[in-house]
Every structure is written in structure tokens, then in C-alpha cells.
């Protein structure tokens, strides 16, 4: 395998994927808690010679039910956890606008993986995408990516979308999903 080859790029959502979810909304770094195994899996892709990023809806912002500075120490707390796992997150990219805003950014639009595209000079055609949610499928298509559900989070809501999922790979969750991606890579 190349070093182009092995330099593939992941993108994962936050949310339900890579932390646990809430309808209620994760407002601070206390309810911030990873998947078990999440953390881990993000250490082994990036070992592996992928490139990882996070795109994110982030509506509490427009809401009012945190700010910029608990967001980040939320992101921060990721990156420590995945630096000690032995993993990297190159960017983490994130909506802040509400569901009506009319954004370029919020998924399904493609604003954010655009953003990831050009912080990692990468094309989301070479990319996975790793989500619990219709939005996250739709953006991946709609970018070229390659969708990936996982169960975790709103996933086994998502699994009643029908068609919607035709030619998806589903999976329990993220580390479930890595074991598919590294044997895909192969």
C-alpha cells in the first residue's frame, strides 16, 4: 500500500458517534462523555495512516444553551482523550446556526465538509463519512463521500429510513465501523 494510499481521510459526526447524545443537547464537559470505544477507534485510524476530522451540527450555540468557550473546551477535551489513545484529530469543523437559518453549513449542506476538504487539502470523494443521522448520509452523498451508519446515537432511529439506507454499511458504532474501514483499506 502507498503513503497516498494509506493518507485516506475519515470524517466523522461529534454526537452519537464519537460521544454519547442527548435530545436535551451536550452543554458542557461534564456531559460530554465518549462511546466506549470511540475514543480508541479514532487512536487506531489515525495509527493506521488516516486523517480524522469531526463535522459537527452545533445548534445549542444558536439556541442559547452554551457558548463558544464551553464548545471548545468540550473539543478539547476530545483531543486530549484521543491524543492519549494515540490518535490525532486534524480539524474539527462545526455549524453554529440553528435548523432555520438558511446556512451553507448545517448538514445535509455541505459547508462543513467543504471547510474539512480545504483544512486538510483532501477531497471528500476519497473520504468515509461516519454518522448516526440522515443528515450525516446525505451530506456524504451529496459530497462524494462514502456513508457509514452506526447504531449509536440516533442510528437505530435512522435505520427506519428505507431507501434511504440502500448500499449503506451499518454497524453497532464507531469502533465497529473502524474494523470495516481498515479491512476496506486492505
Known amino acids: 500500500m502507498t503513503d497516498i494510499q494509506k493518507r485516506r481521510l475519515v470524517i466523522l459526526d461529534r454526537d452519537g458517534v464519537i460521544n454519547e447524545d442527548s435530545d436535551a443537547y451536550i452543554k458542557s464537559t461534564e456531559e460530554w462523555n465518549p462511546i466506549p470505544g470511540s475514543i480508541e477507534a479514532i487512536g487506531r485510524l489515525s495509527r493506521a495512516g488516516f486523517r480524522i476530522a469531526v463535522a459537527t451540527n452545533q445548534s445549542g ?15 478539547d477535551k476530545m483531543l486530549r482523550l484521543v491524543d492519549a489513545a494515540g490518535g490525532v484529530i486534524e480539524c474539527i469543523v462545526y455549524c453554529p446556526h440553528g435548523p432555520d437559518d438558511g446556512c451553507e453549513c448545517r448538514k445535509p449542506r455541505p459547508g462543513l465538509v467543504r471547510q474539512i476538504e480545504v483544512q486538510t487539502g483532501m477531497p471528500a470523494s476519497r473520504a468515509w463519512f461516519v454518522g448516526d443521522s440522515l443528515k450525516d448520509l446525505q451530506v456524504a452523498r451529496a459530497t462524494g463521500a462514502l456513508p457509514i451508519l452506526v447504531r449509536t446515537g440516533k442510528g437505530v432511529r435512522t435505520e427506519s429510513a428505507g ?8 454497524f453497532d458504532d464507531l469502533a465497529s465501523a473502524t474494523e470495516y474501514i481498515l479491512e476496506s483499506a486492505g
Open 61 to 75: 450555540l444558536a439556541r442559547g444553551l452554551y457558548d463558544l468557550d464551553t464548545l471548545h473546551a468540550m473539543h
Open 163 to 170: 431507501r434511504e439506507l440502500e448500499g449503506v454499511p451499518v
